[in-house]
């Protein structure tokens, strides 16, 4: 199974992936609501695989993928942002984002793109 941090500022959106990346498999390990606590919770908790959302307050999404940005054994990352944001979510892919998903989003579409990145193993 892929273990799974996600980074929203959305309560909501953060219970809807979770529900989906469990049943389909997956553990997630960890939830951020900034960027910067998602790049202290994942120097701890080392995931495989991060859903990001590139508006959020302070840096955002964009911010953490800066400073992933050429480092060695990095998550995989998956943008996960609203229709409207096709210029940022074109940067976030050439700062390595693996693929985005455009919100909203069914559970399918979370499960398909994900399992083209980390196989469940669960």
């Given at each position: ?20 990346l469990?049943?389909?498999g ?14 202290q ?8 695989l ?15 993928l ?6 060695k ?9 609203a ?40």
């Open positions: 199974m892929a273990r799974i941090l996600i980074v929203d500022d959305s309560i909501y959106m953060r219970q809807v992936l979770g529900k989906i469990k049943a389909a997956h553990h997630v390990v960890g939830e951020a609501d900034s960027a910067e606590s998602a790049y919770q994942m120097t701890k908790l080392q995931p495989d991060i859903t990001l959302d590139l508006v959020m307050p302070g840096e955002g999404g964009l911010g953490l800066v400073r992933l940005d050429g480092q054994d990095r998550p995989k990352v998956i943008v996960v942002s229709v409207g944001q096709e210029q940022q979510i074109e940067t976030a892919l050439g700062l390595g984002a693996a693929d985005f998903i455009v919100k909203p989003f069914d559970a399918g579409t979370i499960q398909q793109t994900i399992a083209g990145l980390v196989a469940p193993t669960a």
